[in-house]
């Protein structure tokens, strides 16, 4: 039987530059969106009031204000800047004028399927719109406040 060598180095599994710690401002931007979902998830329940599944909403929203405040906190201490991030090129010319239609295409798609979602459990389509253009605000917001000051991504 063969005798295998065993070493003392354990082996990389993983390229440190796609799989590492978030940054603190990603810590932030995770804070800020679990927290808002969380909220909503509790604005939800309440505007739901005497439906079953309500109380698994209200469930989902806590746990997500609990992750957002635990994200929150590990922002506050991670001070330390970390290397910067594998980038990866954006398309350019045609490529991205179709990447854009389509990318508009499909964010409005789904905003059109929550909106008939929410007309069914809310039998108001005004609430229904008032939801969704919240939701939709909420992540264009979030959309650019993730995506300026991309140089100066650590130095916060």
């Known amino acids: 039987m063969p005798v295998t060598q065993q070493h003392d180095e354990p082996q990389e599994t ?6 590492r ?12 969106l679990f ?18 599944f309500g109380w698994v909403v209200l469930a989902l929203g806590v746990i997500s204000i609990l992750h957002g405040t635990r994200h929150a906190m590990d922002a506050m201490r991670n001070a330390k800047s970390q290397p910067d991030s594998v ?13 854009l239609i389509a990318y508009a295409m499909i964010f409005l798609l789904v905003a059109g399927l929550f909106v008939f979602l ?23 917001l979030m959309g650019y406040l993730a995506g300026r000051n991309v140089e100066g991504r650590d130095e916060r």
């Not at 993983?14 to 799989?19: A, E, G, Q, T």
């Not at 710690?21 to 800020?32: F, K, Q, V």
């Not at 927290?35 to 079953?52: S, Y």
Request: glycine letters at 8%; a positive charge.
């Open 14 to 19: 993983s390229d440190p530059n796609w799989f």
């Open 21 to 32: 710690e978030p940054t603190r401002r990603e810590h932030w931007i995770a804070a800020g």
């Open 35 to 52: 927290v808002a979902f969380g909220l909503f998830f509790a604005l939800l329940f309440v505007v739901q009031r005497g439906w079953w």
């Open 87 to 99: 980038e990866i090129p954006a398309a350019s010319g045609k490529g991205r004028w179709v990447s």
């Open 118 to 140: 929410f007309i069914q459990f809310t039998s108001s389509w005004r609430l229904a719109l008032i939801l969704v253009a919240f939701l939709v605000g909420y992540m264009l």
